[in-house]
């Protein structure tokens, strides 16, 4: 698998015939005796992560333990690796934060609501990568959003993730300061999600921007939450500046994830199901079954590119 | 119980006899037919929110859904109120978001990590309670955190929720402008807390400054996340400064709970354990029986607060 511009690493590349290694940028992390991934109850000296991780190739998040316990299950079966009514422990038990499963090359990874819960999940899991030598790894979450000018249940893949006055930038404070950080997804693998629904041929899949938010009541100007401060007219403006910035989507953790896939050279990818049109509503009105069959539709189109990835790998090597 | 300032509202004060009641401020929810808070799986059409949570007058929040659950086993106890060693049942069984516990007069429910995670959460409980017409509630965030210049297992109530150039604001986007909300907490319940560690006599409780960031690693000068551009001294210079201003410990999710707390009324309070002394290191070292014997102070301290207000409310209306 050829790496995309901005992927590689000279010194690596040579030292790993094309394998694109993942990154930490941390020079103390070297000088440290063991490092302890609080959050997941694991660590490098009471576990072997090489022989427990050095095989991963894909990375799917999300922000529900249930969705991803169900992804792996799901996965297990599009693969033929297990029996898929098999029953898939969480290698995170220890602890109550993140919920993590795996299949083969496949990890599944819980990361809760919001920038700050997917960061801290990020931070410990692109540890983990590296501690575990892993090479050549793909990372995609697989979620949930409100659309803007879309059928519910259309999935959008992310073209960049744009903040709440759709610029596509992450403002981080480090030690007081704010820093500034590109949010810019993989261009050739949204492509090539986009390819897979094509194949599938059982959705409507898009390409767009997604606005990446801190709240999600008075933060995407919803009319339903605890306060609101402005009118029906104020919300459908604010949408509609939205949709003609390029956003269809809006949800709360992409711009962090982006960012971070930047930082560490994981190859990233958003791909999340609008389950309702914000701009004709607030609250969601589909029946239960509805919702349902809409969230599986991202890991429908991340299995089958899974699977894809796999097929051209192997059939590369023979 | 007489409210705060700033806590009553004259139009409810006359009707409900001095009853303070939970505010939503957000003139489009009496026009809407049902309100289902997705979140918790719960709706004014499908639950009877009056009958399942009237009576509720005290609320525990915090991170981890364990916690929560562990909390209302203890407050049973201590209140005697039922079988401490009974099951209580998820009340939000169905979604696996958030947790909710209830017993007698006291609600547990958890938020997870991080601004984002606790706002959703705290805008469906603000109007939960508003539906359930709930009077004179406390609410009360039990968490961990990171301590400055503070024994490991200090418990600390805070002041005030700085943010991370250590002032007590939270800034928030509502239709791409910043907004800035003060993030005061409720002083006199600060002061009850302290008297209450007092009267125990088994830990040390301060009153201070909490820093409350968007980050665990990098957003909290730790040098050992998977990306770090300062030094060691970049860190203490940085937490020294926090120190100097009042800070004296740093968690996530206090500057948006004390800014909801003011905006619906609620009489707010945090009070969270310090883990480690950041300025000594930034991975956590103590043994997972000192750790969590730390993590149990701030509900210890909580179930006395609670079992001394209605003591008074009991003696008061005798």
Same mark, same amino acid.
């Given at each position: 698998m050829a790496s =995309?511009? =901005?992927f590689s690493d000279e010194k690596n590349d040579t030292l790993c015939e094309s394998e694109s290694t993942v990154y930490v940028h941390n020079p103390h992390l070297d000088g440290m005796k063991d490092d302890f991934l609080y959050h997941f109850n694991l660590g490098t000296s009471t576990h072997n992560l090489p022989?427990? $991780? =050095? &095989? @991963?190739? $894909? @990375?799917c998040v999300g922000g529900s333990p249930w969705r991803m316990k169900s992804f792996i299950e799901y996965i297990a079966g *599009? +693969? %033929? +690796? *297990?029996d898929p009514k098999a029953e898939y422990p969480n290698i995170c038990a220890g602890t109550d934060r993140y919920a993590m499963y795996k299949i083969g090359p496949v990890l599944s990874v819980s990361h809760g609501i919001g920038i700050p819960s997917i960061a801290i999940m990020l931070h410990e #899991?692109?540890? #983990? #990568?590296?501690h575990a030598r892993c090479t050549d790894v793909t990372i995609i979450r697989i979620g949930t959003s409100g659309g803007l000018g879309l059928e519910p249940g259309t999935v959008v893949v992310t073209k960049q993730s744009v903040d709440a006055t759709f610029l596509p930038r992450l403002e981080q404070v480090i030690l007081g300061n704010t820093v500034v950080r590109s949010t810019d997804l993989h261009q050739g693998l949204a492509e090539e999600l986009l390819q897979c %629904?094509? &194949?599938l041929g059982q959705f409507e899949t898009v390409i767009g921007n997604t606005m990446c938010t801190m709240d999600f009541y008075e933060g995407q100007a919803r009319l339903d939450g605890a306060f609101c401060s402005y009118t029906e007219k104020d919300k459908q403006d604010y949408l509609t500046k939205a949709y003609e910035s390029g956003v269809r989507n809006i949800e709360m953790e992409s711009s962090v994830f982006a960012a971070m896939c930047q930082l560490s050279g994981l190859k990233g990818a958003v791909v999340c199901a609008t389950l309702l049109d914000r701009q004709k509503g607030d609250q969601l009105s589909s029946s239960h079954e509805v919702l349902h069959s809409y969230q599986q539709r991202p890991q429908i189109l991340v299995g089958h590119l899974i699977k894809k990835m796999l097929q051209a790998s192997a059939s590369s090597k023979s």
């Open positions: =995309g511009p =901005g022989a427990m $991780f =050095g &095989d @991963v190739k $894909f @990375v *599009e +693969l %033929s +690796l *297990e #899991l692109i540890k #983990l #990568l590296y %629904s094509k &194949d």
